[in-house]
């Protein structure tokens, strides 16, 4: 079959509308990825989508709209809360299920009595339904088991000669699938994270369940509430191996493999992957797909998906890193894991399903960054985290100590601030405050000074409170800026409203109103911390944010 490449030109969208009325399949690009397009009421037409990309009978396509006239007729009935959902999210990358309608052939409904429809965003897509006619099933446009295509030239590369045409439409904006939630059971069921996150739907829905499949491996002989669940996916042709650490300790664990495989050194991938993970053979080339903060710090070829705090980058890059670590010609990959936050579980959820759910969590202390705005709340959660047994490392408090201001340190604080700070050898704080507060250049030499006693005394707390087997909780206002971030494994944020955290600290601090209100406008927003977080407790009046920053943690230590 020859495969014609249209472009967005309105004489290319009439001929893809045509080719489709007519019965054939075309690629055309969406929001999410690239979808491969073919009449959905047209038994026939659905059969050559199956066909091109390989893919098992029984699993249903998405039936694509553009208004919402167009739903009633292909499902039995539609929910006050489908009707709510789509107010809310359409256009855009949700997919909702309902029980189908009798024009909906079995074919494309993969022989369930439902229907997953959408209302895509992007213009494109749009324009070749309306073109087209009719509704539009369209799955990804990759081979079936492959990553999905979010670019043209990928697109291309896996169909060219099996479909009509390709519809180049650039690089797809959000980048992983769409949200597919199924409202024909009881209760609202996530049963794919997409570019709609579980807060979002929980906004509209309220009540939300996540179903197990979303980040853990199907029981055996367990029915998938949804069928693609139950495939290997997304896969690149390397073996692929999510590493769950801290930044630091995933590239020490990382550029260990540098030099033991160019030796030869069976011995120590066996030890490095541990009895869970047997190779066949001793693979030839490793290769990392990590972070950009990471990049930088390997030994071995790195493909980066996006910045550690950036989900939606994330999520916008990592199909086509998928695609670049099989170019590079990766046998096995170890992938840096994501924060499963927010849009954040779709990029895990595909990574993991990708690795055919292979994680390798590295030893050590897991580290858990307890962050947030002061007056928050957050010494509350630490103290609560301590009664439960983690070791809880106060930074304030450790930077105000002897372990900090040891010898060396207030030496070299003399050459900078004068003899006089520290009379005898004994640090008068007041002094040295007088002296390094007066401006900007001289608050920044003591910080330059003092911070990496800090970071030392940290890190021998860590290793000391890690000693004793438990997570380690680093209690620090200023985790991100210090950059001690990296030993952090998982990010927990403690925020609370505005007035809450002025009535806090002109009660804890004695300040006036107008000094605390001071103190709150030079502080970060609570946002900087909660889209940095695994985790961000609301801390309102009750003992609620602690409980749950308590079961979180715990979660973690079980490696969740
Ligand atoms: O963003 C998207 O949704 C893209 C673009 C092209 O719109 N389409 C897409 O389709 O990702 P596909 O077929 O690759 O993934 C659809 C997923 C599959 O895992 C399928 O099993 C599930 O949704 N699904 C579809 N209809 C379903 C149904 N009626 N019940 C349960 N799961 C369903
Ligand atoms: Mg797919």
Request: with cysteine; charged share 20%.
């Amino acid at each position: 079959m020859r495969t014609q490449t249209l472009c967005a030109a309105p004489e290319d969208v009439a001929r893809a509308g045509k080719i489709l009325r007519a019965g054939g399949v075309v690629a055309i690009p969406t929001e999410t990825v690239y979808g491969l397009a073919a009449n959905a009421l047209d038994p026939a037409a659905v059969k050559k989508i199956f066909a091109a990309k390989g893919r098992p009978a029984d699993n249903p396509l998405i039936v694509h709209i553009t208004r919402l006239e167009q739903w009633p007729p292909l499902v039995e009935e539609l929910p006050p809360a489908a009707l709510a959902l789509a107010e809310a999210f359409w256009p855009g990358p949700l997919t909702i299920i309902l029980k189908k309608s009798g024009i909906i052939p079995m074919e494309t409904s993969g022989g369930l009595d439902t229907v997953g429809v959408r209302c895509p965003a992007h213009p494109l897509a749009r324009a070749v339904i309306e073109a087209a006619g009719v509704p539009l099933a369209a799955p990804s446009a990759n081979r079936s088991g492959e990553p999905s295509p979010t670019d043209f030239v990928h697109t291309l590369g896996g169909l060219r000669g099996r479909v009509d045409a390709v519809l180049d439409g650039g690089d797809c904006p959000v980048g992983v699938e769409s949200t597919v939630l199924s409202l024909a059971g009881d209760t609202p069921r996530l049963l794919r994270p997409g570019g709609v996150t579980v807060e979002d739907l929980r906004q509209v829905l309220g009540r939300v369940e996540v179903d197990p499949a979303v980040t853990a491996m199907l029981a055996p002989g367990r029915q998938a509430a949804s069928p693609g669940m139950k495939y290997k996916h997304y896969a690149p042709k390397a073996q692929l191996i999510v590493v769950d650490g801290s930044p630091e300790d995933y590239t020490a664990w990382v550029n260990g493999w540098a030099g033991a495989l160019s030796a030869g050194q069976r011995a120590f991938a066996a030890e490095a992957l541990g009895p869970r993970y047997p190779l066949d053979e001793l693979p030839g080339r490793v290769a990392a797909l990590c972070f950009d903060e990471t990049a930088p710090e390997l030994r071995v070829p790195a493909v980066a998906y996006g910045p550690r705090y950036g989900r939606g980058e994330q999520a916008r890059r990592l199909f086509s890193a998928l695609y670049r670590l099989d170019e590079e010609g990766a046998d096995l990959v170890f992938a840096q894991r994501p924060s499963p936050a927010g849009v954040g579980l779709a990029v895990y959820n595909r990574l993991l399903r990708a690795a055919a759910f292979r994680v390798k969590r590295l030893s050590g202390p897991l580290v858990i960054g307890l962050v947030g705005p002061s007056g928050a709340g957050k010494s509350t959660v630490g103290q609560a985290l301590a009664r439960q047994g983690f070791g809880v490392i106060d930074c304030d408090r450790l930077t105000r100590s002897e372990k900090v201001y040891g010898p060396a340190c207030i030496a070299q604080l003399q050459v900078a601030f004068g003899e006089d700070i520290a009379p005898g050898g004994r640090l008068d704080r007041r002094r040295l405050a007088e002296r390094a507060f007066t401006d900007a250049s001289a608050a920044k030499r003591l910080g330059e000074i003092t911070f990496p006693w800090i970071e030392r005394a940290v890190r021998a707390e860590i290793a000391r409170l890690g000693a004793q087997g438990g997570p380690v909780v680093l209690d620090a206002p200023t985790l991100f800026e210090s950059g001690l971030d990296s030993v952090c494994a998982r990010i927990l944020a403690v925020t609370a409203p505005e007035e809450e955290r002025l009535r806090r600290i002109i009660l804890r601090d004695g300040l006036t109103e107008a000094q605390a209100r001071q103190r709150l406008s030079a502080q970060k927003p609570a946002q900087f911390y909660a889209e940095r977080a695994d985790l961000a407790v609301a801390n309102g009046p009750g003992a609620e944010a602690a409980a749950q920053a308590v079961a979180a943690a715990e979660e973690w230590k079980k490696g969740g």
